[in-house]
């Protein structure tokens, strides 16, 4: 059964114990991370501030580095073994490395913790690839969304409180041993929590693996680049860690130099920046209504530069006096109650905008390649923060002060958005679509899952209004290429849509034969493709909101490409401002908003017996006396 809720999954076995695994495994690693650098910073710098630094930045630099060697490796073993059995393996050896760090805490042996940070982060490579593959295997389609949105807030917030509690328990009486209990206690934990994950077959059981990270990482990302969305998604998904990690980077000493806050403001923004990553990602599910909507990709990405851009604009003049303010003295400040609300939305707007591209990688990859895939976006990634730092290195060196630089960062995020969505204009248009939609109804929809997975299909829909085929596109998850008449193929805006939706413009045959038969031509060719094909068998708009003969079109496309028919309703469409109900389409002053409507979706027909008077009783039924 498909979840309720995004809260229901929490309460799932194929969700839970690897929810839990995952949210301990990046606790840990953030736990063990910052004590040891708060160990350097304090042990080294009392005799050698050169020194310390030099450590503190080559833990940064280890942690990162196996990434970029093993991450290759990592794909093809989580593809090619049982993914449950594969990940309590890794959790074996976050048990093993992490008892090697406690007796390093415990003596003290600072080149021994630095090398098994080391361990730690090709402990994490391995882990990584499982970590999103792993979740078509347990959850539906439509519960996509809401597991990748559970996931990005879970490690967000790990993150936070992990790099919190490393520095509470390095700081106490005996601190190293707090922390050696505590990583090798987390460790198990985590080990236990893998126990419990449902099996997930290997994807590709078969594969031979090659051990040369440099070859299998071109290899992975040629892969990757044949699909260009897919492509183009970890392009995004890499731009958001860039992003990020120049915020995270920055708020420390963004608190410190320029709000003038003590340490204790700097926590607080950095936990309103990753509850703000946890509300977004969990708003996702809600406002894609459980799908992979990539129309919110480009709103995640406006809302990352206009509160960017607020931010700067907000930051107030740092206020007089040596003393660095505590958080009530900086909430009481003009203007900071505004850098705090950019700061949650800057978050909230990163998670809406991250999402949705995990979900789309997960589900247009091929399952043999998908830990691969993933692999490969991790490989990017690491390039793109470690791009990142040298960047905000030499910008800062080049006198741009924090503010500054964070609005460079929230132009250059505007720039890239606009590159990515001209290479794939799907993502606009899915954006304008989920607009349109959302902003003029308030839609729901029953029995989705009748339209196949993969593989051709012709879905049939009454014919209600020139909104028709948008609602359609928006609802399934699969791209729909629709059938239209050639004068709604032209509508200003609605063009783009169709165009990049792979619309057919059609036109009768006593009008224009020829573009009748390019039409008839590329429904096959579509279909053939394995493609989903959308028809208005009615052939025109409802001029009284009943449901006309279905002409014999349809027959002859699926005698000539055989494809199981789908058939659908729209309900509650009739009296809209794009229907003829109060005349001409589009001539009236709106008489409704944010009306109430429904896409009804019914099981699929065989070919063999999708006549057009069977489909016709098939959509009449669904709609029912709703118009």
Same mark, same amino acid.
């Given at each position: 059964?498909?979840?309720?809720?995004?809260?229901?999954?929490?309460?799932?076995?194929?969700?839970?114990?690897?929810?839990?695994?995952? /949210?301990?495994? =990046?606790?840990? &690693?953030?736990?063990?991370? +910052?004590? @040891? $650098?708060? *160990?350097? #910073? /304090?042990?080294? =710098?009392?005799? &050698?501030?050169?020194?310390? +630094?030099? @450590? $503190?930045? *080559?833990? #940064?630099?280890?942690?990162?580095?196996?990434?970029?060697?093993?991450?290759?490796?990592?794909?093809? *073993?989580?593809?090619?073994?049982?993914?449950?059995?594969?990940?309590?393996?890794?959790?074996?050896?976050?048990?093993?490395?992490?008892?090697?760090?406690?007796?390093?805490?415990?003596?003290?042996?600072?080149?021994?913790?630095?090398?098994?940070?080391?361990?730690?982060?090709?402990?994490?490579?391995l882990f990584g690839p499982a970590k999103y593959s792993i979740l078509p295997q347990h959850l539906k389609p439509e519960e996509l969304v809401g597991?990748?949105?559970?996931?990005?807030?879970?490690?967000?917030?790990?993150?936070?409180?992990?790099?919190?509690?490393?520095?509470?328990?390095?700081?106490?009486?005996?601190?190293?041993?707090?922390?050696?209990?505590?990583?090798?206690?987390?460790?198990?934990?985590?080990?236990?929590?893998?126990?419990?994950?449902?099996?997930?077959?290997?994807?590709?059981?078969?594969?031979?693996?090659?051990?040369?990270?440099?070859?299998?990482?071109?290899?992975?990302?040629?892969?990757?680049?044949?699909?260009?969305?897919?492509?183009?998604?970890?392009?995004?998904?890499?731009?958001?860690?860039?992003?990020?990690?120049?915020?995270?980077?920055?708020?420390?000493?963004?608190?410190?130099?320029?709000?003038?806050?003590?340490?204790?403001?700097?926590?607080?923004?950095?936990?309103?920046?990753?509850?703000?990553?946890?509300?977004?990602?969990?708003?996702?599910?809600?406002?894609?209504?459980?799908?992979?909507?990539?129309?919110?990709?480009?709103?995640?990405?406006?809302?990352?530069?206009?509160?960017?851009?607020?931010?700067?604009?907000?930051?107030?003049?740092?206020?007089?006096?040596?003393?660095?303010?505590?958080?009530?003295?900086?909430?009481?400040?003009?203007?900071?109650?505004?850098?705090?609300?950019?700061?949650?939305?800057?978050?909230?707007?990163?998670?809406?905008?991250?999402?949705?591209?995990?979900?789309?990688?997960?589900?247009?990859?091929?399952?043999?390649?998908?830990?691969?895939?993933?692999?490969?976006?991790?490989?990017?990634?690491?390039?793109?923060?470690?791009?990142?730092?040298?960047?905000?290195?030499?910008?800062?060196?080049?006198?741009?002060?924090?503010?500054?630089?964070?609005?460079?960062?929230?132009?250059?995020?505007?720039?890239?958005?606009?590159?990515?969505?001209?290479?794939?204009?799907?993502?606009?248009?899915?954006?304008?679509?989920?607009?349109?939609?959302?902003?003029?109804?308030?839609?729901?929809?029953?029995?989705?899952?009748?339209?196949?997975?993969?593989?051709?299909?012709?879905?049939?829909?009454?014919?209600?209004?020139?909104?028709?085929?948008?609602?359609?596109?928006?609802?399934?998850?699969?791209?729909?290429?629709?059938?239209?008449?050639?004068?709604?193929?032209?509508?200003?805006?609605?063009?783009?849509?169709?165009?990049?939706?792979?619309?057919?413009?059609?036109?009768?045959?006593?009008?224009?034969?020829?573009?009748?038969?390019?039409?008839?031509?590329?429904?096959?060719?579509?279909?053939?493709?394995?493609?989903?094909?959308?028809?208005?068998?009615?052939?025109?708009?409802?001029?009284?909101?009943?449901?006309?003969?279905?002409?014999?079109?349809?027959?002859?496309?699926?005698?000539?490409?055989?494809?199981?028919?789908?058939?659908?309703?729209?309900?509650?469409?009739?009296?809209?401002?794009?229907?003829?109900?109060?005349?001409?389409?589009?001539?009236?002053?709106?008489?409704?908003?944010?009306?109430?409507?429904?896409?009804?979706?019914?099981?699929?027909?065989?070919?063999?017996?999708a006549t057009s008077a069977v489909l016709r009783e098939q959509v009449v039924a669904l709609r029912g006396d709703w118009r």
């Amino acid at each position: 059964m498909a979840h309720d809720n995004e809260f229901t999954l929490l309460k799932e076995r194929r969700f839970l114990p690897f929810f839990i695994t995952q /949210f301990l495994g =990046a606790f840990n &690693d953030n736990v063990f991370k +910052n004590a @040891l $650098i708060i *160990l350097i #910073a /304090f042990q080294a =710098a009392a005799t &050698d501030p050169a020194r310390a +630094n030099t @450590l $503190i930045n *080559l833990s #940064a630099g280890l942690f990162v580095l196996p990434f970029f060697l093993f991450s290759a490796t990592a794909g093809q *073993l989580s593809d090619k073994y049982e993914k449950s059995r594969y990940i309590r393996w890794v959790k074996l050896l976050e048990i093993v490395i992490m008892t090697g760090a406690a007796v390093g805490f415990v003596t003290g042996n600072t080149l021994l913790l630095i090398a098994l940070l080391f361990l730690m982060g090709f402990q994490s490579t391995l882990f990584g690839p499982a970590k999103y593959s792993i979740l078509p295997q347990h959850l539906k389609p439509e519960e996509l969304v809401g597991g990748n949105a559970w996931i990005e807030m879970a490690t967000n917030l790990a993150i936070l409180l992990g790099t919190m509690l490393g520095g509470i328990l390095i700081a106490q009486r005996h601190g190293s041993r707090w922390v050696a209990g505590a990583v090798v206690m987390l460790a198990v934990l985590g080990y236990l929590s893998s126990r419990a994950i449902p099996v997930a077959p290997p994807a590709a059981p078969d594969l031979k693996i090659n051990w040369n990270p440099v070859t299998e990482t071109w290899r992975i990302l040629q892969f990757a680049y044949r699909n260009k969305t897919v492509f183009q998604s970890i392009l995004g998904i890499s731009w958001f860690w860039f992003l990020g990690s120049v915020y995270l980077a920055q708020l420390p000493n963004f608190t410190k130099l320029t709000l003038h806050g003590d340490e204790h403001v700097v926590t607080l923004l950095l936990t309103l920046f990753a509850v703000g990553i946890g509300i977004g990602s969990l708003l996702c599910e809600r406002l894609s209504g459980r799908m992979v909507e990539i129309g919110l990709v480009p709103f995640g990405a406006i809302g990352l530069t206009v509160f960017g851009v607020d931010l700067f604009f907000a930051t107030p003049a740092p206020p007089t006096g040596e003393a660095l303010q505590g958080v009530w003295a900086f909430l009481g400040q003009p203007g900071s109650w505004r850098v705090v609300a950019d700061i949650v939305l800057i978050g909230a707007f990163g998670g809406i905008f991250i999402v949705p591209l995990y979900a789309l990688v997960q589900q247009r990859s091929e399952p043999s390649h998908l830990s691969r895939v993933i692999a490969g976006n991790n490989v990017l990634n690491a390039i793109f923060m470690v791009a990142a730092a040298l960047i905000a290195i030499a910008m800062l060196d080049q006198g741009l002060s924090i503010p500054q630089l964070l609005l460079v960062m929230a132009i250059f995020n505007a720039a890239v958005a606009v590159y990515i969505f001209t290479l794939v204009p799907e993502f606009l248009m899915r954006f304008i679509v989920w607009i349109l939609v959302n902003i003029v109804y308030r839609l729901k929809t029953r029995g989705l899952e009748h339209i196949p997975d993969q593989g051709p299909a012709v879905v049939v829909c009454n014919h209600v209004s020139y909104m028709d085929a948008l609602v359609v596109i928006g609802c399934c998850r699969r791209p729909v290429r629709f059938v239209m008449d050639h004068r709604i193929f032209r509508i200003p805006v609605l063009n783009f849509v169709f165009r990049t939706a792979g619309a057919i413009p059609i036109a009768p045959a006593r009008e224009n034969p020829e573009i009748l038969e390019r039409a008839y031509d590329q429904v096959a060719r579509y279909l053939e493709e394995g493609e989903v094909v959308g028809i208005f068998p009615e052939g025109r708009l409802t001029a009284d909101g009943e449901i006309g003969p279905f002409k014999t079109g349809i027959e002859r496309i699926i005698q000539r490409t055989p494809a199981p028919v789908v058939p659908m309703a729209l309900r509650g469409m009739w009296g809209s401002f794009f229907s003829r109900r109060h005349g001409k389409a589009m001539s009236h002053f709106p008489r409704r908003f944010w009306s109430r409507i429904e896409l009804a979706v019914g099981e699929p027909v065989p070919s063999e017996r999708a006549t057009s008077a069977v489909l016709r009783e098939q959509v009449v039924a669904l709609r029912g006396d709703w118009r």
